[in-house]
């Protein structure tokens, strides 16, 4: 398999192209924005304008889309993928989509003898530049097998989740976790400093204690003791509250498609929507542990 399709050549799509450049794979590759396109091209891609074009006798066609409206769009639509892509072709859709959607989507990709996986990545934009992207994917054995050696060159990891819509599940599930944990450290810095508590101090202890967790010893809220945190950097992102606020709005649309009950992730939907509602959508998403003291 040696030809492929990049739908969708923004922040995390471009470097993703890049990357099977450099493993030597032949990429064609549409977005709307002809910058997009330009880039695309200084990078030794062949850019096309439309998708029906681009999808043109390729053997795998990756998608890295803004939602699952627009994905849903391009590859059901009358000049779409499904339209235009040849028998058999393998279908790759890394953007982060509602379960539903993804499901939907692989279905009618299967009911036209298509192969297609879900695979959203996380890593960012940074990750993704570095080809060393998370992928959760979602789909059958057989099309998982036949994704793996095109995520590859973008990848740091690749695992099977299960069955189509298993990939954004995982992605849902994880980042919601993320955002509790967040807040949850964040509260303890904030009761802790109340409290007459030095910030490294309480790292000292949590990070050696049951309270640790990712968003406590490798994304510090505080700055001093994780030196890479955004924390150190005016809270620069890294990951932007309104990315966040994207995903945990995917995550609480999935709980109540099943009825799963999920508390904490919709206390903290609510709290990262005041964050960005006050105006603060491009702060990364650890400076939640200045809005909870009002101190952004
Ligand atoms: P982006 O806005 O930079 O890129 C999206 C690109 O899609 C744009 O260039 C846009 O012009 C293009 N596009 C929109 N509609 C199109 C259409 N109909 N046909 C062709 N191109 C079209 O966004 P991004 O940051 O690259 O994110 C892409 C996806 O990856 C999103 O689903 C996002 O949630 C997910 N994601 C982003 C990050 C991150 O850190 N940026 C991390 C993990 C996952």
Same mark, same amino acid.
């Given at each position: 398999?040696?030809?492929?399709?990049? /739908?969708?050549?923004? &922040?995390?799509?471009?470097?993703?192209?890049?990357?099977?450049?450099?493993?030597?794979?032949? =990429?064609?590759?549409?977005?709307? @924005?002809?910058?997009?396109?330009?880039?695309?091209?200084?990078?030794?891609?062949?850019?096309?304008?439309?998708?029906?074009?681009?999808?043109? +006798?390729?053997?795998?066609?990756?998608?890295?889309?803004?939602?699952?409206?627009?994905?849903?769009?391009?590859?059901?639509?009358?000049?779409?993928?499904?339209?235009?892509?040849?028998?058999?072709? $393998?279908?790759?859709?890394?953007?982060?989509? #509602?379960?539903?959607?993804?499901?939907?989507? @692989?279905?009618?990709?299967?009911?036209?003898?298509?192969?297609?996986? #879900? !695979?959203?990545?996380?890593?960012?934009?940074?990750?993704?530049? !570095?080809?060393?992207?998370?992928?959760?994917?979602? +789909?059958?054995?057989?099309?998982?097998?036949?994704?793996?050696?095109?995520?590859?060159?973008?990848?740091?990891? /690749? =695992?099977?989740? +299960?069955?189509?819509?298993?990939?954004?599940?995982?992605?849902?599930? &994880? &980042?919601?976790?993320?955002?509790?944990?967040?807040?949850?450290?964040?509260?303890?810095?904030? $009761?802790?400093?109340?409290?007459?508590?030095?910030?490294?101090?309480?790292?000292? =202890?949590?990070?050696?204690?049951?309270?640790?967790?990712?968003?406590?010893?490798?994304?510090?809220?505080?700055?001093?003791?994780?030196?890479?945190?955004?924390? &150190?950097? #005016?809270?620069?992102?890294?990951?932007?509250?309104?990315?966040?606020?994207?995903?945990?709005?995917?995550?609480?649309?999935? @709980?109540?498609?099943?009825?799963?009950?999920?508390?904490?992730?919709?206390?903290?939907?609510?709290?990262?929507?005041?964050?960005?509602?006050?105006?603060?959508?491009?702060? #990364?998403?650890?400076?939640?542990?200045?809005?909870?003291?009002?101190?952004?």
């Amino acid at each position: 398999m040696t030809t492929i399709a990049f /739908i969708g050549l923004g &922040n995390m799509g471009l470097p993703m192209s890049k990357n099977l450049l450099g493993a030597g794979f032949t =990429v064609r590759g549409f977005d709307l @924005a002809e910058i997009a396109r330009e880039h695309f091209t200084e990078a030794g891609g062949k850019a096309f304008t439309s998708v029906a074009e681009a999808v043109q +006798g390729a053997d795998a066609i990756i998608t890295m889309l803004p939602n699952g409206g627009i994905v849903k769009t391009v590859y059901e639509g009358a000049d779409g993928v499904f339209a235009n892509a040849k028998n058999g072709a $393998l279908m790759i859709d890394s953007s982060t989509i #509602d379960v539903e959607t993804a499901r939907a989507v @692989a279905s009618a990709a299967e009911a036209k003898g298509f192969s297609m996986v #879900d !695979a959203p990545v996380s890593g960012g934009v940074g990750g993704a530049a !570095a080809g060393t992207l998370a992928f959760m994917v979602g +789909g059958s054995d057989e099309a998982f097998a036949r994704a793996k050696p095109v995520l590859e060159p973008m990848a740091g990891k /690749i =695992v099977h989740c +299960g069955p189509s819509g298993n990939g954004q599940a995982a992605k849902a599930c &994880n &980042n919601m976790l993320l955002a509790i944990s967040m807040i949850g450290v964040s509260e303890a810095f904030n $009761l802790g400093r109340s409290l007459g508590l030095e910030d490294q101090v309480f790292f000292d =202890v949590a990070a050696n204690a049951s309270g640790q967790c990712w968003s406590l010893t490798s994304y510090c809220p505080v700055p001093g003791p994780v030196p890479a945190s955004p924390a &150190n950097n #005016d809270y620069k992102p890294g990951f932007a509250t309104a990315l966040m606020l994207k995903d945990l709005r995917l995550a609480m649309q999935a @709980a109540g498609s099943t009825g799963a009950n999920t508390p904490m992730g919709k206390k903290a939907a609510e709290i990262y929507t005041a964050m960005d509602e006050a105006g603060h959508g491009g702060v #990364d998403f650890s400076g939640v542990i200045k809005h909870l003291t009002n101190s952004l």
